[in-house]
Nanobody
């Protein structure tokens, strides 16, 4: 079974950069379709970025395009989210998640989080102005 654990969160000034990580353990099978999602108190969780290992496809929410990059280490143990040009509105708890059936990545709506069935505990990112 895939286990996910986020790390690397912290506080950064607006305009700065931060890279957060999601360590994958237990089994790599079932982690080929993974994404980053975020949530702030009082708001619904929203999708940020998704990556599908096989074809190396990535998808991004419009509000992070050109600023965030999702990638994966060659040894498959870690999925990264590189965040540049951060703004205070990027402040949130960031979660990584996997769709163990790959269905999300094979669909026309890979950013739809309803298919992601394996979640980490989250890492807090705070952007100060």
């Amino acid at each position: 079974q895939v286990k996910l654990e986020e790390s690397g969160g912290g506080s950064v000034q607006a305009g700065g950069s931060l890279r957060i990580s999601c360590t994958v353990s237990g089994s790599f099978f079932g982690s080929e379709c993974m994404g980053w999602f975020r949530q702030t108190p009082g708001k619904e969780r929203e999708s940020v970025a998704v990556r599908y290992d096989g074809p190396g496809e990535t998808w991004y929410a419009d509000f992070v395009k050109g600023r965030f990059t999702i990638s994966r280490a060659r040894n498959l143990t870690t999925v990264f989210l590189q965040m540049d040009s951060l703004a205070p509105e990027d402040t949130a708890m960031y979660y990584c998640a996997a769709d163990s059936t790959f269905g999300s990545c094979l669909s026309t709506r890979p950013l739809d989080m309803s298919g992601y069935n394996n979640w980490g505990q989250g890492t807090q990112v705070t952007v100060t102005s």
